[in-house]
């Protein structure tokens, strides 16, 4: 897909990054989110802590936007935690941007949050019960509430308890005056690393924050693992039984960035399978072969590469078009997608056309890049996915709420075809991807989540008890 032309079609949550035992934490933190800005672009935040007050500063809008020079300087401290946000539960306003810092008359607590609580619509409710007053209708602030009024005999022992009686994907840091906690849901939805950058300790969504800022990857957080990191170090323990390893499919498809390894596998080269196989499985006649910047761009190299036909740039994204570009006018909004992206004529004219990309979320999109193509006067348009069709909604951090919304869900193949306006559609298996990607298409389990493809999720999904998200269509 896409960056920021797609991104209306199908979308992750957000980004975390934390560092301790750095003079320097707030600037450092800020490259790193920069480097996890495809992850989230309607929030931006940075807590520090200099041993005794924690400090924030937050706001809507893009990393460059929100920090200036000075704001940064502001922030002074050893430790921080960031994140940058795009809101599938919570509505996208200041209150619901993260870090969440919540204040109490001995203490206070930063937290940031990737991920997607599919019981936080039943704890809110219950914790109102009991009395406590939200701020915001963002998911995470529930953590803060079962920690406060949590039991045990101190502040790891109670953030132990809050944490095992979540359920859905989550990736947490969170930040006291003292001690950074990093924690990692039973399944292992989303992605998160440990890396050192010297005596400091470097923990992101994904491990190419670590290379801008010159850290090195040590490992990924395990399932259902607690970290905690203060003046003494490092120690570890499990908050949770070890579970079947669930890691989002489309992390390695679509959300994260090419130079970044998850769970040792680079995402690029698994992406570059993906096209190979996809190559394999629906090889057509066929004169070029393009993708859809930029995440479908290694899929369709590999494509080319297996099946022999010239990989092209037919398809260039303009990248000086905002991601909030306004468009006052239906006829604007019609044209909204020239904006972004262009056919190139020398290219594809006369041409019978492979297009790749990544996923077909609702198709519309998809409709309008075949016509792009068509325009610039391919002779025939043949779209490869590599993924299989998305037939489930997802619950887990992805902004898909319901089947309606996905054609997969109501039509058959031949029939996305005709809609999308294609000579032909063929997608990648689920046996396909899970072996291009590096795991055992037939040992259980294969250590990913599959449910927006079968529909068996990780996890209990109480449908009815999550509020309905917002439609994010073209």
């Known amino acids: ?22 003079e320097n934490a707030a600037h450092l933190a800020y490259y790193g989110l920069h480097s996890l800005q495809h992850r989230g672009q309607e929030g931006a935040g940075i807590a520090v802590t200099d041993g005794e007050t924690l400090r924030f500063h937050k706001n809507t809008g893009l990393v460059n936007d929100v920090f200036t020079r000075a704001a940064l300087d502001d922030l002074k401290g050893y430790a921080a935690i960031g994140h940058v946000r795009y809101s ?20 206070a607590l930063a937290i940031a949050h990737n991920g997607n609580l599919v019981n936080a619509h039943a704890l809110r409710t ?52 003292n001690r950074l906690l990093v924690a990692l849901d039973p399944h292992g939805f989303r992605p998160l690393a440990l890396g050192r950058l010297g005596d400091a300790y470097v923990v992101a969504s994904e491990t190419c924050a670590f290379d801008v800022i010159g850290a ?20 570890s323990e499990r908050f949770s039984p070890v ?84 468009q006052p006018s239906q006829e604007l909004r019609e044209r909204g997608v020239k904006m972004k992206l262009s056919a190139v004529r020398g290219v594809v004219a006369g041409k019978r056309v492979v297009m790749v990309d990544d996923s077909i979320v609702r198709g519309t999109t998809s409709r309008r890049i075949v016509r792009l193509l068509r ?66 298409p037939g040992q259980h389990p294969c250590g990913q989540c599959l449910a927006c493809f079968t529909g068996r999720y990780p996890t209990e999904i109480d449908d009815t008890a999550l509020p309905h998200k917002k439609e994010r269509l073209l």
């Open 243 to 326: 579970n079947e390893r669930a890691i989002c499919s489309m992390e390695y498809i679509y959300f994260s960035r090419p130079d970044s390894n998850i769970d040792g596998i680079n995402v690029h080269s698994a992406r570059k399978r993906l096209g190979m196989a996809l190559a394999d499985e629906a090889p057509v006649e066929a004169d070029v072969v393009t993708g859809v910047p930029d995440s479908s761009i290694s899929a369709a190299i590999g494509y080319a590469e297996a099946s022999g036909i010239p990989y092209e740039l037919g398809l260039i994204k303009n990248r000086y078009v905002g991601r909030t570009f306004i």
């Open 88 to 107: 599938t539960q919570g509505e996208s306003n200041y209150a619901n941007v993260q870090p969440l810092v919540f204040r109490s008359q001995t203490d």
């Open 1 to 22: 897909m896409l960056y920021g032309f797609k991104d209306r079609e199908l979308n992750e949550e957000c980004g975390v990054f934390a560092i301790w035992g750095h």
């Open 375 to 440: 325009e610039a006067g391919a002779r025939e348009v043949h779209v490869r996915i590599s993924s299989p069709p998305i037939t489930h909604p997802c619950f887990y951090g992805i902004d898909t709420s319901s089947s309606s919304e996905l054609i997969a869900s109501n039509h058959t193949v031949e029939e996305i075809r005709r809609l999308i306006g294609a000579d032909s559609l063929a997608y990648l298996s689920i046996p396909g991807m899970l072996k291009a990607i590096g795991r055992d």
């Open 216 to 235: 090195t990857y040590v490992r990924d957080v395990a399932p259902g693992e607690l970290m905690v990191i203060d003046g003494s170090g490092l120690s």
């Open 126 to 177: 219950q914790l109102e019960s009991q009395g406590s007053i939200f701020q915001t209708t963002s998911d995470t602030e529930v953590l803060a509430h079962l920690i406060k009024r949590g039991r045990g005999s101190n502040f790891i022992e109670k953030v132990k308890r809050a944490l095992r009686m979540l359920k859905g994907a989550y990736a947490f840091v969170l930040l006291t005056e």
